[in-house]
């Protein structure tokens, strides 16, 4: 491979299957059967560097595929009823990341995200006998796109690093149902600039005082059909503001090191 060029793979499958009927608190259970659960999970991953002389650039690439669902007869012996659920759920997800590798007081990092994901929900409840040609009620869809760019900027001098960044985030979100004659399908967009700032004091090479402001955004989320109907729209998105004061330190010759911090969060439109 070339000079300063590196490369990470990874593939981790999962799968689980069980399990027991529903019981009481004294582990009685009213079927003598099991009921069946199960969940398969792939994740796939990719990390490429390559080092140049200014900076480093850094690619990662992951994919997970999810598959889970359950088959419930115990709880519905009453009616002769049973109860099927199945959930799919795919996401990739890719950022590029630039950082400096120079030894002077000027630091700096950028970077770009992408992530798709795709989301799919539906049950079927029926006679056992008739549970195979039952159609799903909900059968519900759900997905989006984000996007996301950051950089930050730090400079050192004497004792004292100041760094500052900011970060744009966007979100479109959309879903539908499969069911025949549903005119579910409600979209969305989500988006907000968010800051950081830390102020650091290295009074030698062991020790570190730190005070950090940040900001965190989550998006919003998409009514269900009942909400929508009442005429309710998307619920909208919240913001994070943390703030943290912390101290690092090694001392007695790396015998002995701590981290110590005290934070305060104040969380809006919750």
């Known amino acids: 491979l070339a000079e300063g060029f590196s490369a990470v793979a990874g593939v981790w499958h999962s799968k689980r299957n069980g399990g027991p009927a529903a019981a009481d608190d004294n582990g009685n259970r009213n079927v003598f059967y099991d009921e069946e ?35 419930k007869r115990s709880i519905f012996t009453t ?12 996401a990739f997800s890719e950022e590029v990341n630039l950082s400096s590798n120079g030894a002077g007081p000027w630091k700096w990092t950028a970077g770009l995200i992408y992530r ?15 549970i195979d040609t039952t159609a799903w009620n ?23 690093e100041v760094l500052g960044g900011l970060r744009y985030t ?11 004659g549903s005119t579910y399908s409600p979209k969305a967009s989500f988006d907000k600039v968010t800051p950081r700032l830390v102020l650091s004091w290295k009074p030698n090479r062991n020790s570190m005082t730190y005070l950090s402001y940040a900001e965190g955004f989550r998006s919003g ?9 009442a005429g309710f729209g998307p619920v909208e998105s919240d913001l994070l503001r943390n703030y943290e004061l912390g101290n690092k330190a090694t001392v007695l010759d790396g ?16």
């Open 138 to 160: 909900p059968d519900d869809f759900s997905g989006g796109d984000s996007y996301a760019g950051f950089g930050e900027l730090s400079y050192s001098f004497s004792q004292f």
């Open 37 to 71: 659960t199960n969940a398969t999970q792939d994740v796939y991953s990719l990390q490429v560097k390559k080092d140049f002389n200014a900076f480093s650039l850094v690619s990662s690439t992951s994919y997970v595929d999810l598959h889970a669902g359950y088959f």
């Open 255 to 270: 015998r002995l090191s701590w981290e110590a911090s005290v934070y305060y969060m104040d969380w809006q439109d919750m």
């Open 221 to 229: 989320l998409l009514q269900p059909p009942a909400a929508i109907a």
């Open 116 to 130: 798709s994901l795709d989301d799919r929900n539906r049950s079927r409840l029926a006679p056992l006998a008739a």
């Open 79 to 90: 009616t002769g009823n049973a109860l099927e659920n199945a959930w799919d759920a795919r």
């Open 170 to 180: 966007k979100e479109d979100r959309d879903a539908h149902s499969g069911l025949p």
